[in-house]
């Protein structure tokens, strides 16, 4: 099983990035994802979650209206696109595999939003 997260970079306050996860090694489609941050010395937060089929998302308050997070079950790919970012948005992103009592974890994509 893989989880592999890309995107991540430098970022200004404002800016957007888009994070993806690649997934491998089981049946992605039976799977919900989601993702988690966490930021120095802070515990990991969800950010948001996607249902296997894609029907039905939810975020974390502080990101509505500024994340969005999506998937291409053909693709076995899952996306975070964020925007408005902000300094306190910094964070490692983590991909999150979840059915069942069956979970993955990918390594994390760091994102740094600073001027």
């Not at 999150?96 to 994509?109: I, K, L, P, V």
Request: a positive charge; hydrophobic letters at 30%.
């Amino acid at each position: 099983v893989q989880l592999v997260e890309s995107g991540g970079g430098l970022v200004q306050p404002g800016g957007s990035l888009r994070l993806s996860c690649a997934a491998s090694g089981f049946t992605f489609s039976s799977y919900a994802m989601s993702w988690y941050r966490q930021a120095p010395g802070k515990e990991r937060e969800l950010v948001a979650i996607i249902t296997s089929a894609g029907g039905s998302t939810n975020y974390a308050d502080s990101m509505k209206g500024r994340f969005a997070i999506s998937r291409d079950n053909n693709k076995n790919t899952v996306y975070l696109q964020m925007s408005s970012l902000k300094p306190e948005d910094t964070a490692v992103y983590y991909c999150h595999a979840h059915s069942g009592w069956r979970r993955y974890w990918g390594q994390g994509t760091q994102v740094t939003v600073s001027s």
